[in-house]
């Protein structure tokens, strides 16, 4: 590192601190680069500033200024948020002294320890976290690639591709058709789609009742089948049909320009699509060159990546064992990271890796359901402990609970991530 | 003194007579409403008080006094309304509550009791019955007895606050900041031993320890 005047300055001014912290100052402060400001990356910058209380210096790199979350994203579909409500500026982070760097990292030098980023600037790190969440698979369904994502969006990361969808299914014609195609194993949120396909149903009974819904799911089996189900038979009786696997939905390509989604060779034409293709790592990881296959392994004890011990990545991006990808777990994951990386860089006592999830899904008004587990790291990997699931026949006063207790769970989460 | 903090779960069974309480609370109620329809007048409406942080329900403009002590973390549980309604002055400064007091205990074990009828949330607890309930767990008392470390307290209350809110606001889920050690402790081995019914809190307390749940106990219960 190059010895600037701040740093100059801050040695002499900072005797006191460097009698007590000997170690750290004589090192200069060790710098940590996080990459990606959702409920891993701003999670964990948030963590380790305020915990290390200026012994750690922690950049934040995050394209976007204003991050919508894509956790509730759906109840803006369904038109129980707004579109603001999802909305979160750095600010906080700022505040508790992380330095919000607002750029693309276009580049990892793992050697030279630096981060490039698409500004020009270069971030040096001691150690660095990536928390990029997920990408699409090319080509995972014929047709589709991200320049017809207006055409057929994805909406599976918060923004304005959520705006788009919901705009797409209000202009649809009357009685019209509604098409999701949902995506393979494994991908962010598993109760996602089928959420996602419960408040497409309540925006559509509302203002277009007429509509049909097909959901064409390349998966046998899915997050909360039974709760979703009984809730579409319950509230929606006839507007959703799901093809699965043996109708041939994992035989499945679009032509956006035309409006088809063809089965297994049957052409279907449909008012607005959803396409929400197979996922992968972030893509800054596959340029670090820390994935295997699509994810990046990573060590459950501190979150690190099986293939350099500087890196630790966390949330959607990682291949970690059982939890789900969700961002809850990567608010969990963050945490466990923080710890090991203010023990590795300032000799902080570290605990016992320890993680929880839970996801709520919202099947119609006051009808929320969740599913939840623990889990602990084991040397192979994150290992599920305990775990429940909402229950079907559940009284309407529990399920409008639980759904108050996701409204309490958001403010808490994002409260958590932005200070 | 109406309860210290060790039997607070205990001795609220019998916080009072709920009836004598409806009377007495005719005292109240020229300024403040409770009970199915209740809304602001002079004062706010009580509905839900228990366990509710001072100066937290909307639409009701609080004095500053009210407020500040808000700020500060007052949560109006058994023991805050007890020393409140003793003497309104005594606990809050600057208030608008223009209310001598209760001197006898006995009336205002009563009124709280009445009150705790209209508030779902004793300890702001959601699936906790509306009026309280023998104490749940006999823990022995060394597991009472521990001290809880703080910094471990602080590491593991990461994972609380995923939903739990740090600065004790509640909103669709608890607050658990500044509860008395012990009833903290009682309520987490009631979920770990599934007295208290709620599913992601059995799944939580199950794998804490008795220093564990403790450590939690000592950093929540100190957090401004």
Known sequence: ?419 | MLCTPALAEQEAVEIGDAERGAILFEDCASCHEVGAGAEDRIGPHLNGIFGRKAAAHDGYPYSDGIQRAGRDGLVWDLRRLDAYIENPKALVSGTRMNFAGYDDPKDRADVLAYLRSFSDNPQNIPEAQPTARPREVELPPETLAIVGDPEYGEYLSSECTGCHQRDGSAQGIPSITQWPAEDFAIAMHAYKRKIRPHPVMQMMASRLSDEEIAALAAYFGALD
Not at chain 1, 273 to 301: F, L, Y
Not at chain 1, 380 to 408: M, N
């Open chain 1, 1 to 419: 590192m190059t010895l600037n005047r701040r740093h100059f300055l801050g040695t002499a001014v900072g005797t006191a601190a460097a009698l007590s912290a000997p170690m750290v100052m004589a090192a200069g402060t060790p710098r940590v680069v996080v990459i990606g400001g959702g409920a891993g990356g701003a999670t964990a910058a948030r963590y380790i500033a305020k915990d290390s209380k200026g012994e750690i210096e922690v950049t934040l790199v995050e394209p976007t200024r204003s991050y919508y979350t894509c956790f509730f994203s759906n109840l803006y579909i369904g038109g129980f948020q707004e579109i603001g409500d999802l909305a979160h500026s750095y600010g906080g982070l700022a505040a508790s002294g992380v330095n919000v760097v607002h750029d693309w990292a276009t580049g990892i030098d793992r050697d030279a320890k630096t981060v490039t980023l698409a500004g020009g600037g270069v971030l040096p790190y001691d150690r660095l976290i990536l928390s990029p969440g997920i990408d699409f698979v090319d080509e995972s369904v014929p047709g589709w690639d991200l320049s017809a994502q207006n055409a057929m969006p994805h909406a599976y990361k918060g923004g304005s591709q959520t705006e788009l969808l919901k705009a797409q299914i209000l202009a649809m014609p009357e009685g019209g058709r509604f098409a999701m195609v949902a995506p393979p194993n494994p991908y962010r949120c598993p109760p996602g789609p089928y959420e996602r396909i419960s408040m497409v149903a309540h925006l559509l009974k509302a203002n277009n009742p007429t509509a049909k819904i097909l959901l064409v799911d390349p998966k046998e089996k899915y997050s909360k089948q039974a709760l979703f189900e009984e809730g579409w038979q319950k509230h929606y009786g006839g507007m959703i049909e799901r093809i699965g696997p043996d109708f041939g939905a994992s035989n499945v390509q679009v032509n956006p320009a035309e409006m088809i989604v063809s089965i297994d060779g049957v052409d279907e034409k449909v008012d607005v699509c959803n396409v929400i293709p197979a996922q992968k790592a972030g893509v800054i990881c596959e340029r670090a060159g820390i994935t295997e296959g699509n994810w990046a392994p990573v060590s459950g004890h501190t979150m690190q990546s099986r293939v350099d011990e500087n890196i630790h990545v966390l949330g959607d991006a990682t291949d970690q064992g059982d939890m789900p990808k969700s961002g809850f777990s990567a608010n969990s994951q963050a945490k466990v990271a923080a710890m090991a990386v203010r023990g590795a860089l300032t000799g902080s006592k570290v605990f016992p890796a320890k993680f929880s999830n839970t996801c709520w899904s919202l099947i119609d008004a006051d009808d929320g359901v969740k599913v939840g587990a623990t889990y602990e790291a084991t040397d192979e990997k994150i290992a599920k402990v305990d775990g429940f699931i909402s229950q079907t026949g559940e009284d309407a006063d529990l399920r409008r609970i639980t759904y108050e207790e996701s409204l309490g769970w958001y403010a808490g989460i994002t409260a958590d991530m932005f200070g």
